[in-house]
């Protein structure tokens, strides 16, 4: 028959919309032939304790990921997304994420994802990105590096740090790097007040002919080159 779109809303042993297996991995699709997903619903699989690895990587109509899909997983290590908008903490309170799979057909990045994934050291954007919530690296402590891909039109990164397209602003300097320097084309810093904001700087170079340069936030500053 024709297929019909659905949405996993949960986890329930024996159920088709998805299944673990004995290391703790969710693995979708594991559902009939006649149903596909666009869908994961807010709050499906909160606070699974369970839950080691999601794979959703061959969900090919997957649409979004809605809000706190995920969020605190205390032992979810690696999920997979190919596709669709990834709402705003789905990832938080995910204190063991540390490898995060952005397929080529995500688009949206939401508010306060990765907040207290305190084990995310990298990540790395699809071209396909088109929004960024400005506070949804925030709270990932240990991040050091975001890596956009270089076919993306609307973001790029350079020395792991997020920024617009052309770097004319950063946008993000991630939590945890400890120095930074700033490409040779930015002029200002982001007006969003996310852009540095629990920071670990200790040091920063700005490039020669920039225009303005906003306080950052950052305690534990202690060289500035310019």
């Keep these: ?126 071209a396909s990105v088109t929004t960024i919530n400005s506070s949804a690296f925030r709270g990932a402590s240990a991040l050091r590096s975001i890596i956009v891909n270089e076919a993306c039109q609307k973001y790029a990164s350079y020395d792991g740090a997020l920024y617009n397209k052309d770097f004319s602003y950063i946008m993000v300097c991630p939590e945890g790097k400890t120095s930074i320097t700033l490409h040779p084309n930015t002029q200002t810093m982001s007006e969003e007040p996310q852009s540095f904001v629990n920071s670990k700087l200790t040091s920063i170079s700005f490039p020669y002919g920039m225009k303005s340069i906003r306080e950052l936030g950052c305690p534990q500053l202690t060289t500035v080159y310019i």
């Design 1 to 126: 028959g024709a297929e019909r779109a659905c949405t996993i809303i949960g986890y329930k042993v024996g159920s088709t919309a998805g299944k673990f297996s004995p290391r703790g991995s969710f693995s979708l699709p594991a559902y009939d032939v006649n149903f596909k997903v666009t869908k994961i619903a807010h709050s499906a699989l909160k606070q699974n304790s369970d839950l080691v690895e999601a794979d959703l990587s061959k969900l090919a109509s997957l649409s979004e990921v809605e809000a706190s899909a995920f969020q605190d997983c205390k032992n979810l290590k690696k999920v997979n997304i190919p596709g669709g908008e990834i709402m705003g903490q789905v990832f938080s309170g995910c204190s063991a994420l540390s490898s995060v799979t952005l397929g080529a057909s995500v688009t949206l990045l939401g508010s306060n994802l990765f907040d207290q994934c305190t084990s995310l050291t990298s990540i790395s954007l699809p």
